[in-house]
């Protein structure tokens, strides 16, 4: 989800108003569509102990470096303790990416080629929508078009589909047609009508997965 402004100024709100620590995971910051803006929790709310977290993973597609930063914002005289705590995690039980580092200042001062692929036309945005398309052409199944990120999470029918257990319903599919979905429940989901599917493969693998789908719960409805 991409949060208006608004939203992530109550969260922060009630975390002033209780005395927490905010913990902001802004990893997909540029990774937007459709004029989607993005909101720092730090930003609008500096009177709040934020700790922002990103890295190269989302934006910079480069998961595998495992290259990430910690800001920490607000009234850092609070925490002094648990600051120091987590500085003392970072120093002696994590092995840092010391050629990624490196990476990390020109990456974020360079070119941002994001910005091409999230715009209308580009290959992320063209994936999203493809993906989009395709799921709700499927009779018993829903989906909103995301602002951001790189997933779609429709809901299915689960008495169309005869689902009781989403768990089981995606290992059926990747026994049955060799494609892997994440079943709702592991986000935490109450109910088992829901999936995850991510936008990366292009469109072409992308369209042969959901033609795929498509084609199991045809089978399962008839």
């Not at 199944?141 to 257990?165: E, H, N, Q, W």
């Not at 959901?210 to 008839?222: C, D, G, P, V």
């Amino acid at each position: 989800a991409v949060y208006p402004a608004e939203v992530v100024a109550g969260m922060a709100d009630i975390a002033r108003r209780h005395g927490l620590v905010l913990c902001a995971d802004e990893i997909y910051d540029k990774v937007l569509y459709d004029n989607a803006e993005h909101t720092l929790a730090a930003q609008v709310a500096p009177d709040v102990l934020t700790l922002t977290f990103n890295g190269l993973s989302k934006a910079y597609r480069v998961a595998g470096y495992r290259a990430g930063w910690l800001a920490i914002t607000g009234p850092v005289e609070r925490a002094t303790d648990y600051l120091s705590g987590i500085d003392m995690l970072a120093n002696m039980r994590l092995c840092a990416n010391v050629p990624a580092q490196h990476v990390i200042q020109t990456a974020l001062g360079g070119r941002q080629s994001i910005a091409e692929l999230v715009a209308p036309g580009g290959r992320l945005a063209e994936q999203r929508d493809v993906a989009h398309g395709m799921l709700n052409a499927i009779p018993g199944v829903s989906c909103t078009k995301p602002k951001g990120a790189l997933y779609l999470f429709p809901r299915i029918d689960t008495a169309m589909y005869d689902i009781d257990s989403d768990e089981r319903f995606v290992l059926d599919f990747l026994r049955a047609e060799k494609v892997l979905l994440v079943h709702g429940t592991g986000f935490n989901m109450p109910t088992p009508d829901h999936f995850r599917i991510v936008t990366l493969p292009r469109v072409d693998t992308l369209t042969e997965a959901l033609e795929r789908l498509e084609r199991f719960l045809a089978r399962r409805r008839s």
